[in-house]
């Protein structure tokens, strides 16, 4: 079905954007709602579900090497129970790749295209992404280790120039209000967390498959120090009014101002955001044409490419009405959503899995 291999380094490479790209843009002010001064500590906190459900991935991978989610289930939980907890991976993946693209949709609207339809926004980016999943996992970790770089550069810039206008007062007082305020702030990021989950339908397919679980480690580790940082640079600047900010970060990067000819680098967290979602959609879009061809037993995942892009354009306005929706279904449902399909269901998966391999040796061991 796919007879290309990437390196666990373009898996990271493929990752890291994967889950940044939608959290840099809004984990800040939705921090800020709960942990105020905390909000830095929110994604240490966040990233713990992250080093599970990798650790939890690679696990279930090591014991059904060859296979992705949609296969093992199967042979973990018997055939009929196994297809129907595929199907609901494929109805979880397949929306949510549409509540994605539809938030990049509305942010390129509100920003900067104002009289463009978003449909035409859409169409174009998961046209442009049917493209690149259609190459291959080859073709898209190579497309992932081109992009980062183009995606780290411009908030490095921005973490530099930003530098004459960061307040560092703003920070204290440290846990003022106890723990659990971040707590409370690390629950939205954790539903992003748990969407190195992904990882499942990659390994299969790395050329170096022992390195798998250490450079996902390094990629929770990276995704974490991002959002950190980016939460700190968020609070020097803006302070207490991180909160009431859609996109704190554009909101920081129009702070800048060198010599009254170096400003205005909004463009420069446009080019971030889109390549990160370009990264992102294109990932989470191969998991869903690849387990729907699995789950259908077909030989070759290409020939689906293209109907699941229209259903995933189609999630993206039967799902939600308006970007208000959008907003609520990110705070509100998905953390929980994501979690449960992503890290509570995989975890009971590999207990079932395990229990059943520890029985057979014991059947094995007492018959000889």
Known sequence: MEKGKISSLQMAFMMYPTIVATAILGVPSITAKYAKTDLWLSPILASLIGYAT????????????????????????????????GFLFLFFYIPITGQILRSYGEYIVDSFLVKTPISVIMASMILLCAFIVCGGIEVLGRA??????????????LIILL??????????????????????????????????????FILPFLADMKKGMKHGMMTVFAVMMT????????????????????YPLMNVSRYISLADFFEHLESAIMAVWIVGAFVKISVFYYAAALGTAQWLNLSDYRPVVWPIGILIVEFSFW?????????????????????????????????????????QRKKGSNSS
Not at 144 to 157: H, N, R
Not at 179 to 199: A, D, N, Q, R
Not at 227 to 246: A, D, E, P, Q, R
Not at 323 to 352: C, E, H, K, N, W
């Open 144 to 157: 992932a280790q081109l992009f980062v770089p183009v995606f780290i550069i411009p908030i490095l810039l």
């Open 163 to 200: 530098g004459p206008d960061l307040e560092f007062k703003n920070i204290f007082p440290v846990l003022g209000n106890g723990i659990m305020p971040p707590i409370k702030g690390s629950i939205v990021p954790g539903g992003w967390f748990s969407e190195f989950f992904l990882i499942i």
């Open 319 to 359: 799902s939600y009405p308006s970007a208000m929706d959008v907003s609520r279904f990110d705070i509100i449902a998905f953390p929980f959503y994501g979690v449960l399909m992503q890290t509570l269901i995989p975890l009971l998966l590999l207990v079932i899995a395990v229990v059943k391999r520890n029985r």
């Open 54 to 85: 990798v650790y939890i991935a690679y696990k279930l991978h090591k014991l059904y090497p060859k296979q992705t989610v949609i296969q093992f289930s199967e042979q973990i939980i018997g055939r009929i129970p196994g297809k129907i907890l």
């Open 227 to 246: 959002l950190v940082v980016v939460n700190l640079i968020v609070l020097f600047v803006l302070g207490s009014t991180t909160s009431t900010k859609n």
